[in-house]
């Protein structure tokens, strides 16, 4: 989302935390095409044209290092993906034009982290890594927090 909402010329910078940095042309489910055959796969169920994390399998591979309670309310108040949203196509990237920052989720079971890695490193993104699952802001919310600091520190000191 970030990738298209980002071009708004009210927004100075992107943060991307554990996330699809698709290019132009390219949609999230391409991304997922990309991913090794053999490695792990997002356990994603689809229902009525909507993707979700399969709620018996979320704890585990949305949030394994989040305290199981927490990470059971996330299953049960996950909200769907469409399917069309997965296969939507972006325009022309924001992080073509506008500074970039990646946070590399090094335990994550949803977006292997060198497809992460990778995605970061195209967009010319700067990149941090930091332990944690695919549920990083709330397992590790200071390394998030930090990273958004930096960006924003960075746009502001453009601008004086």
Do not use: C
Request: hydrophobic content about 45%; aromatic content about 8%.
């Amino acid at each position: 989302m970030i990738t298209e909402a980002g071009r708004h010329p009210q927004v100075k910078a992107l943060v991307y935390v554990a996330a699809w940095v698709p290019d132009a042309g390219e949609s999230v489910n391409a991304l997922i095409a990309k991913l090794p055959p053999d490695g792990p796969q997002p356990p994603l169920a689809p229902r009525d044209g909507f993707l979700f994390v399969d709620p018996t399998k979320f704890p585990d591979a949305f949030a394994q290092d989040v305290d199981r309670a927490t990470a059971e309310f996330q299953a049960i108040a996950q909200l769907p993906w469409a399917f069309e949203a997965a296969g939507g196509t972006v325009g022309e990237p924001a992080w073509k034009t506008k500074p970039s920052w990646y946070l590399v989720s090094a335990d994550d079971r949803m977006i292997p982290p060198p497809a992460q890695r990778d995605m970061a490193a195209h967009a010319g993104a700067k990149i941090a890594e930091s332990p944690g699952s695919h549920s990083i802001f709330v397992s590790h919310p200071d390394a998030v927090a930090k990273l958004v600091e930096e960006a924003a520190a960075s746009v502001f000191e453009t601008a004086a």
